[in-house]
């Protein structure tokens, strides 16, 4: 069959968004990719790779593996043909595990690979807590002790004291954890002392239970994946999609 080629075709919707790209490193293990896109604003384009399967538990072997700057800077340098604007390495446990001169170094290796900009969740974090001026936190975290003491140590390094802290003790399979467990926890380490809370690694899904934490808290409430996400587009002024999050909100105030 042919057409006239003077026959207009009618595009019912809205006109195309340009595009900006953010490339995301990520463990072999991450299983929340849909959880970041829900704070990309409708022109930003993710563009996840991963990182080669470690056969470890979640232990700080595993952490140590993961921040070996050779592997983010070969994955960096596969998540740079779409031009992203911004790299970022999503994983909490491997930017915190090396401390204050490990981070440095991965986001080092990122810039070495050509990121035009680069962010790590514990760097995201630690850029957090000094919008939100906090200095004295609780933590909450899926790990086991020796992986959670580090993050407290890498938060020291940075001025940050933690109050108080509780791991879940999980070695594998972390994504599976549930709403009402992570609930569970941070109502059990919360305590008057803290300024603000903490829940930590990017396999824990929180984006809807930040707001209503925050309300019941009456604290502001980060997690992982909320300080890798809004780093990250903050490179390159965006804001991220994230309604009663006072992460958001108080960063939209300051831009305004």
Partial sequence: MSYPRDRAIEIIGPELLTQRGVGVVAPFDF???????RWAP?????????????????????AAELSDPDRVRRA???????????????????????????????????????????????????????????NRIAVVTPYIDSVTNRLVTFLGEHGVEVVSSVGMGLL????????????????????????????????VPTYDIISPLERLLNKPVLTANQVTMW?????????????????SEITETHAA
């Fill in 76 to 134: 960096t340098a596969d998540v740079l043909a779409p031009e992203p604007l911004v790299v970022t390495y999503a994983c909490a446990s491997a930017s915190f595990v090396g401390g204050m001169a490990g981070e440095r170094e991965l986001t080092a290796s990122m810039l070495s690979a050509g990121a035009p900009a680069a962010t790590t969740t514990s760097g995201g974090l630690i850029a957090a807590l000094r919008v939100l001026r906090l």
């Fill in 231 to 247: 780093s990250a587009l903050r490179q390159i002024g965006s804001p991220i999609m994230a309604a009663g999050q006072t992460l």
């Fill in 42 to 62: 409708d022109d930003i384009s993710l563009y996840v790779t991963r990182l080669p399967f470690v056969p470890v538990p979640v232990t700080v072997e595993m």
């Fill in 172 to 203: 594998s399979h972390i994504w599976k954890v549930g709403y009402a467990e992570i609930v569970q926890a941070v109502t059990a380490v919360d305590v008057p002392e803290a300024d603000g809370l903490f829940i930590s690694c990017t396999n």
């Fill in 31 to 37: 299983a929340l990719d849909r959880e970041l896109w």
